[in-house]
């Protein structure tokens, strides 16, 4: 039987910074680097824009987002959980 191999879906955990528009989500995904000459760790964000098909998440939501076959020209992650609700 042939087994079908595919590579392990890409997780991240970030905060939602924009709802705005119809099922999607802007998850901001903050990473820290350390600098290659001073040593001093930098924080760089990336924003990823999330399918959202319940539209549950608001802005502040800390979630989990997971990557997805492409879903718009932009759009390749699909939010899998709410980790934590804003205040």
Request: aromatic share 4%.
């Amino acid at each position: 039987m042939a087994e079908s191999k595919r590579a392990q879906r890409k997780e991240r955990t970030g905060e939602v910074v924009s709802n705005r528009m119809d099922k999607t989500i802007t998850v901001a995904v903050d990473r820290q680097i350390k600098h290659k000459i001073y040593g001093k760790y930098i924080t760089k964000t990336s924003k990823y824009l999330a399918h959202d098909e319940e539209e549950t998440a608001k802005e502040g939501d800390i979630v989990k987002i997971i990557s997805t076959r492409p879903l718009s020209k932009r759009k390749n992650w699909r939010l899998t959980e709410i980790i934590q609700r804003a205040k």
